[in-house]
């Protein structure tokens, strides 16, 4: 079973106007962590944000929240104001802890493919 | 001052060659990796090492090895190329003993066989 479902192979959205990218997640254990990263076209991973599952608020950086909600095992990722420049794949990664005998290395989603139209 | 460095960023080479590529960086990290990723664009961790462990995805075949000569430096060797090896490959670092869960990615190696 895959550890990291992102639902949406591609995304459109108008520059200015907030978008939200899907991200699930498997895992029995109580203790992990949960990322994002950007992946533009010339190539880079970007890290962009990240939440413990632990951490009781919402992570945000800038432009991006990481709306965390443990009950539904989800880690959506929100962009406000879009722009040109965050024409990206987008990926959704996490990493768990030893307790279920883990191996404590990440697992990343499939990504999705956010355009911004201006 | 890059973080994370590799060389080269682009590799082309033929069938049955053995190639390395180099990871370097300088942050002081004590946890550094390599993902490959296929032309679906799927990241895949290959490996996870720091100066204790070193954890090996159970699906790399055994012509991969990683080769980490001191703690700012994990270089990928890979034996016997194959045409499915053309992907693009990446190496990362994060510092465990912290607790930081952030990793740190290199710009990657494009690797084609021919």
């Known amino acids: 079973a895959q550890k990291i479902t992102q639902t949406q192979p591609g995304m459109f959205v108008q520059e200015k106007e907030a978008v939200t990218l899907d991200c699930t997640y498997d895992?029995?254990?109580?203790?992990?962590?949960l990322f994002w990263y950007k992946q533009p076209s010339s190539g880079e991973m970007i890290f962009l944000i990240y939440?413990?599952?632990?951490?009781?608020q919402n992570a945000t950086e800038g432009r991006y929240s990481l709306n965390f909600q443990k009950a539904r095992k989800s880690a959506n990722l929100v962009i406000s104001a879009s722009q040109l420049g965050d024409s990206a794949m987008y990926f959704c990664?996490?990493?768990?802890?030893?307790?279920?005998?883990?191996?404590?290395?990440?697992?990343f989603g499939r990504g999705t493919s956010l355009i911004v139209h201006p | 001052d890059t973080a994370v460095s590799q060389t080269p960023k682009y590799l082309v080479t033929q069938m049955g060659n053995d190639k390395s590529i180099k990871c370097e960086q300088n942050?002081?990290?004590?946890?550094m990796y390599w993902y490959k990723q296929d032309s679906k664009k799927f990241l895949k961790i290959m490996f996870s090492?720091?100066?204790?462990?070193?954890?090996i995805n159970e699906t790399v075949p055994n012509r991969f090895s990683p080769k980490s000569p001191d703690k700012a430096h994990l270089n990928l060797h890979i034996n016997s190329l194959e045409l499915g090896d053309s992907a693009v490959y990446f190496c990362?670092?994060?510092?465990?003993?912290?607790?930081?869960?952030?990793?740190?990615f290199g710009p990657g190696t494009r690797l084609l066989v021919l």
């Open positions: 990362a670092s994060s510092q465990e003993s912290t607790g930081s869960e952030t990793q740190y």
């Open positions: 895992t029995s254990d109580q203790s992990y962590g």
């Open positions: 939440q413990g599952s632990y951490d009781e």
């Open positions: 990664a996490m990493r768990e802890g030893r307790e279920s005998g883990g191996s404590y290395i990440p697992t």
């Open positions: 942050l002081g990290h004590d946890t």
């Open positions: 090492y720091n100066n204790k462990e070193l954890i």
